[in-house]
């Protein structure tokens, strides 16, 4: 029996999710890219939850939670350790008065339907972002001048250790699409603090923004979004067009020529092909504007450097 299978058996014991094993992480990203993860799991609960944390933290096993996927580049080699998908598990929303609390399981659009509903407006601003709650707060996610923190009342978090922990929103620290929450914690849910809104109104507005990504955004190709952070008082976008980028091509990565921030998947691209692409990028906009781009995309089971 190889290392791998008693380690599921092992692993097995102490949960009662869905496990799985060399699971492609393909299936789990936007970007349709990534090798296997060695184990895929899905907890049943919460106590579910801190029963893979604790045995991750006991047996010094790599750890990630994996969101909607949107926003990643995972390696064509996968995962080593432990995924967790939590959007099976923690999928709840209710209300009371202008607070709404929610699962990190939940999905972005489905929070704005819930609120549009009943009135409750703040996160219009939010429409579009392919986003599960938790990887909405972990990163700060926001659009069109507004970001999800702006309205945020508290945060409950698993720590490493599968201990609970209450966060306030005046003890978090958030900046542009970065927070200060701990890289090893897992969001569990949120109160977000909202305020009374026309359903009408609500839902007019998000549809102007949505026509607004429709149009500059290339959403019929795979992608991850927006690869590279906004650099201070310009646009990634534009530095990368002026730089001579759109619609270069690296293999099946190709640089939109829709919006120049953006890398698509025209047909069976590599993780290879899109970090290197990213590299070509860089270089060409440092050597143009001499600014350095720096990473929107977050890349999943890369050998650091």
């Known amino acids: ?9 092992r692993i097995r014991q102490v949960v009662r999710g869905k496990l799985l094993v060399d699971e492609p992480l393909s299936k789990h990203t ?19 939850l801190s029963a893979i944390v604790d045995y991750c933290q ?37 209300s009371k ?7 990190a399981g939940v999905q972005l659009k489905t929070l704005l339907h819930y ?33 999800i923190y702006q309205h945020v009342q508290s945060i409950h978090l698993l720590d490493k250790y599968a201990t609970l922990e209450l966060r306030k929103r005046e003890d978090i620290t958030a900046g542009y699409r970065e927070t200060d929450l701990p890289s090893d914690s897992i969001v569990i849910e949120a109160q977000f603090l909202l305020a009374e ?9 998000q549809e102007m923004h949505m026509k607004e990504r429709r149009d500059k955004q290339p959403l019929s190709l795979p992608s991850a ?8 008082g310009d646009y990634a976008g534009r530095l990368i067009e002026e730089a001579g980028c759109k619609g270069f091509r690296i293999g099946d990565a190709m640089v939109s020529k829709k919006h120049a921030n953006f890398i698509v998947n025209c047909h069976l691209a590599s ?3 899109v970090l290197r692409l990213i590299d070509e990028i860089k270089q060409r906009v440092f050597n143009r504007f001499d600014i350095m781009l720096e990473l929107e995309i977050h890349l999943i089971g890369f050998k650091e450097k």
């Open 58 to 94: 006991r047996e010094d096993v790599a750890q990630f939670i994996i969101g909607n996927g949107s926003n990643l580049l995972v390696s064509d080699e996968g995962y080593r350790g432990v995924v967790i998908d939590l959007s099976e598990t923690f999928t709840h929303i209710h």
């Open 225 to 232: 979004g927006s690869v590279f952070k906004r650099p201070p």
């Open 271 to 273: 993780a290879r092909d």
């Open 197 to 205: 809104g026309n359903p009408k109104e609500m839902e007019a507005l």
């Open 115 to 147: 609120c549009t509903e009943r009135g409750l407006s703040g996160l219009e601003h939010l429409v579009g972002i392919p986003a599960q709650i938790g990887g909405a707060l972990n990163l700060n996610a926001g659009a069109y001048g507004g970001e």
């Open 1 to 9: 029996m190889d290392e791998q299978t008693k380690q599921f058996q």
């Open 97 to 103: 008065g202008y607070v709404v609390t929610v699962g």
């Open 30 to 48: 936007y970007f349709r890219i990534g090798g296997p993860a060695d184990y895929y799991f899905c907890p049943k609960d919460l106590e579910d």
